[in-house]
């Protein structure tokens, strides 16, 4: 088996999960005109498939550890294109919400599954360095698809966005059925799924550590999505269009971070990177902070080096938590995940209410004494475990 070939063909499984989640933003309000509907019921779509994208990574989790992973991918895939053309069809609101979250409960196998087969076929360092690829591709997705959308609708019409994803979809199942055989360790036997299984999981000090770690770093992250173009607009009057490429640095930010990641986990390791990562994490945003308002070039600085240090520490997340979970990987992998998207989807309503009070002083100074605690929080359950006991517990 090419294990490199493999790495990729199922990273960009993971990848269209973010890719399919932000492709149509740009043209929001053309979809609203077209379907007759109102923007807040066209935002659904978005919020439905992020909803379903995360409550599926608690289903899917146990399937790959109980199923393996072929037939789950394959399924999930398979689901994803068929949805992916029944919103192609779509001639009104009702119809795309229903499709966009069969969309979304196909595709949400990507990232489990792609994780768990990484985890299975790489060791050591080599696990660490593939991380960083997977994670690098995977950030390529939110980058992409705002970016892709946009000259696809503007070229043809928001429709043809969907048969884009289907026939992309297609092309990856494809290369999944023939090129991915079941990775799932002969001499692991998942026993039966009990919700316990969760419960231990948290109780794990690295499990429930990077479980927060990920729910408070993409709260953060969609903070700076939601708040950040009122910034832009408001202090520096920046167009729809120049909005959009502001956020284009922070994303790259982020791949060129995971990317690097990976590399330096060779060298140093992964339990103090995390909570390296997670100072540099706090440092950016009150870097953001103090400098935003003097300039746009500095307001650049700061979110480039929020998704640096963000890439970062993304690969050596998925390496820890996969080492720590031999038995049941793939479980602590769809709980991770469903920390994540949860972040994202409290952002705006904790976000929201502080920003009305205070302002961005408020909104992000919340978010640098969180982090800084939790900074603190990490260095004692990780570092100070540690340094007591040389061994990783398994969970």
Known sequence: MNRKLILYIVAFAAFLGPFTQTIYT???PEV???????????????????????IMQMIYGPLTDSKGRRKVILFGITLYVIASVGCFFSANIELLIVFRALQAIGIAAGSVV???????????????QAMGTFQML???????????GGFLSGMFHFHSVFLALAATGMLVLIFNYL???????????????????????????????????????????????????SILSDRYGLSAEQKGLVFLPMSLGIVVGSYLGGKIQARMDGEKLIVLTT??????????????????????????????SLGFSLPVQTTLLTSAFTKNRATAVGAYNFFRYMGMAFSPIVGSPLYRIGGNYLLFGFIIIVYLAFALLLSRRILG?????????KG
Do not use: C
Request: hydrophobic fraction near 50%; charge should be negative.
């Open 26 to 28: 740009p043209v929001l």
């Open 385 to 393: 475990s540690h340094a007591n006991s040389p061994s990783l517990e």
């Open 32 to 54: 609203a005109s077209e379907l007759h509907s109102t923007s807040f019921v066209v935002n659904l779509t978005i919020s439905v498939f992020t909803l379903f994208l995360a």
């Open 114 to 128: 792609a994780v768990t087969v990484i985890s299975d076929l790489f060791d050591g360092k080599e696990r660490g």
């Open 179 to 229: 090129y991915l055989k079941e990775t799932k360790p002969d001499n692991v036997e998942a026993g039966r799924f009990q919700l316990r299984d969760f419960a231990m999981i948290l109780q794990n000090r690295i499990g429930s550590s990077i479980m927060y770690l990920g729910f408070i770093q993409y709260y953060v992250f969609y903070d700076f999505l939601v708040f950040l173009p």
């Open 279 to 308: 100072y540099l994490n706090a440092i950016s945003v009150l870097f953001f902070l103090i400098f935003y308002s003097f300039s746009l070039g500095w307001l650049l600085a700061g979110i480039i080096l929020f998704g640096l």
């Open 138 to 148: 995977v950030s390529l997705g939110p980058v992409l698809g705002p970016v892709i």
